[in-house]
T-cell receptor, first 109, second 114 residues
């Protein structure tokens, strides 16, 4: 079967750095997405990786290792507004997104 | 910028009732999707459409039907609602599926079946 694993919840301090991990086992791989979802709102796109390595976009970076079936989302200079759930999703061989359950990130002052 | 609009935002139904959820997008996207989101689980694909007049089953299609009569609209129907269908339903659209183009989501419909 297809499986995506993320930690259920993480806590970090305002101004710090946090890394959210995602491991996946899917039938095929056509890219990995990270989305942010604030409570009661829609998921919004953060990043896309299809090749190994690090993609940087402002305070957010995303890393991919296809051989290890592993990705992480790195958030720097954390702000209170970063409190949200972060969803990892893999585009499988049928070009359908397989979603992880999400990681709830709690930012403390 | 409307993007993806879902109606209604909230609804309470009794078991056995029927209803239709409407999704409209103004981005001229070919692909549209219906997901459900339940606590502790990832988004699960119910049905999707790769263009006007086409629909296909996703991971959890049972108990739902869909129609895509117009490119901008994607309707999700529950013929006989069951408590197991209590969930948050999200509609999404994308330009294509075979690229790095992300899916754009509506604000969701919170549906409770009593």
């Amino acid at each position: 079967g297809q499986n995506i694993d993320q930690p259920t919840e993480m806590t970090a301090t305002e101004g710090a750095i946090v890394q959210i991990n995602c491991t996946y086992q899917t039938s095929g791989f056509n890219g990995l997405f990270w989305y942010q979802q604030h409570a009661g709102e829609a998921p919004t796109f953060l990043s896309y990786n299809v090749l190994d390595g690090l993609e940087e976009k402002g305070r957010f970076s995303s890393f991919l290792s296809r051989s290890k079936g592993y990705s992480y989302l790195l958030l720097k200079e954390l702000q209170m507004k970063d409190s949200a759930s972060y969803l990892c999703a893999v585009l499988d061989s049928n070009y359908q997104l397989i979603w992880g359950a999400g990681t709830k990130l709690i930012i403390k002052p | 910028n409307a993007g993806v609009t879902q109606t209604p935002k909230f609804r309470v139904l009794k078991t056995g009732q029927s209803m239709t959820l409407l999704c409209a997008q103004d981005m001229n996207h070919e692909y549209m999707y219906w997901y459900r989101q339940d606590p502790g689980m990832g988004l699960r694909l119910i049905h999707y459409s790769v263009g006007e007049g086409t629909t296909a089953k996703g991971e959890v299609p049972d108990g739902y039907n869909v129609s895509r009569l117009k490119k901008q609209n994607f309707l999700l129907g529950l013929e006989s609602a069951a408590p197991s269908q209590t969930s948050v339903y999200f509609c999404a659209s994308s330009d294509t599926a075979e690229s790095n183009q992300p899916q754009h989501f509506g604000d969701g419909t919170r549906l409770s079946i009593l």
